[in-house]
């Protein structure tokens, strides 16, 4: 069963189908894009070594795209009503769990990456409009990926894709975002 269930029959018809790829790798450019110039105006130094941190960048971003759709494809599902936490250790083994660090070292990676985005997101100086897609659109997939978690509904193999086009539109825009120095804003003595 589809995420969500009652757009199954609109991405049917190719027309929409073809939207919703293009729309979901343009966001996901997009939102890239944004963080990268963010990135780059909010830590100037590393203009001085553009290449190295975007291709850097570039990396990080495309383990976090590779490591994460398996994670979104077929998430470990969570029961509530089976948690029980009396001890210390039992908590921690449930943070971990509901988290989704108890799978190894490449899922740590892949939410530090996603953690790291929030935490860019926080700190950079995105306004107004900017600033509301890029949360909107990050928090969008945080709320379709614990709705997998903690229901009975798993991503169809459409919405698989779009989360791997997402990603990957990220990823790539990350690249272009931070491959090119920022210029300074020129000052009108007059």
Do not use: C, W
């Not at 998430?75 to 936490?85: N, T």
């Amino acid at each position: 069963m589809a995420l969500i269930p009652f757009l199954v029959d609109v991405f049917q018809d190719p027309v929409f189908s073809i939207i919703a790829v293009f729309g979901a790798f343009g966001i996901g450019l997009f939102q890239g894009i944004i963080l990268g110039r963010a990135i780059l105006l909010r830590f100037p130094r590393l203009q001085n070594h553009v290449k190295t941190v975007s291709i850097s960048l570039f990396i990080i971003f495309l383990a976090n795209a590779i490591l994460s759709v398996p994670r979104f494809a077929s998430p470990e599902k969570i029961v509530l009503s089976d948690i029980s936490a009396g001890s210390p250790a039992e908590i921690a083994s449930l943070l971990f769990l509901i988290f989704g660090m108890n799978t190894g070292f490449l899922t740590v990676l892949a939410i530090s990456v996603t953690v790291m985005t929030f935490v860019i997101l926080k700190f950079t100086n995105l306004n107004g409009i900017v600033k509301g897609f890029v949360f909107f659109f990050s928090l969008l997939i945080l709320v379709l990926t614990g709705l997998s978690r903690f229901t009975d509904l798993t991503p169809s193999t459409f919405e698989v894709l779009l989360y791997f086009l997402y990603q990957l539109g990220i990823t790539i825009g990350i690249l272009a975002g931070t491959f090119r120095k920022i210029k300074p804003k020129k000052l009108d003595l007059k």
